[in-house]
């Protein structure tokens, strides 16, 4: 099978395919019995377990983020990032993706349920005068009234 042409197939093995023993794919025994193979999820299982449909409204291919190449690396952007509840902005622009998704380096990476708020992930630096549901759009404040003794709390937005 050295030269066989898989170009011809409709299904040109590219990246990481082009190392994959033709067996592991033609698990008929047969060669020419044909394959599905439109989408990545054709072959592939959804590593991510629907996250990526629960985000986006959608279960998209692989191909959306990955290339043949593997799945190491992302083409998730900003761009796509910021249709998400969680727009990058500020440092965040600069945090790494797995400094967020991928906290435990055992797990696998998560994108659901990391947090909205800045006490998600931060450390309460401001002690308490922030209120823990502060946002960078909206920030609450905590403060004790000096004629009253009692606590309240003020939002801007």
Avoid at 53 to 67: E, M, N, R, V
Wanted: glycine share 8%.
């Amino acid at each position: 099978m050295k030269n066989f042409n898989h170009n011809l197939t409709g299904f040109e093995l590219e990246g990481k395919h082009q190392s994959v023993d033709c067996k592991k794919c033609h698990t008929s025994g047969s060669f020419t019995d044909p394959l599905p193979h439109y989408t990545c999820a054709s072959c592939h299982k959804d590593y991510h377990e629907g996250q990526m449909a629960s985000i986006l409204g959608l279960s998209p291919d692989c191909s959306k983020c990955h290339t043949p190449d593997g799945f190491t690396s992302s083409l998730f952007a900003i761009e796509d990032h910021n249709k998400t509840k969680f727009k990058l902005e500020g440092g965040h622009l600069a945090t790494p993706c797995f400094a967020c998704h991928k906290q435990d380096t055992n797990k696998k990476w998560q994108f659901r349920k990391i947090g909205e708020t800045c006490a998600d992930c931060h450390k309460d630096v401001h002690e308490g005068f922030l209120d823990k549901n502060s946002t960078p759009t909206r920030l609450a404040y905590n403060a004790t009234s000096r004629q009253t003794g009692r606590k309240t709390t003020s939002t801007i937005i």
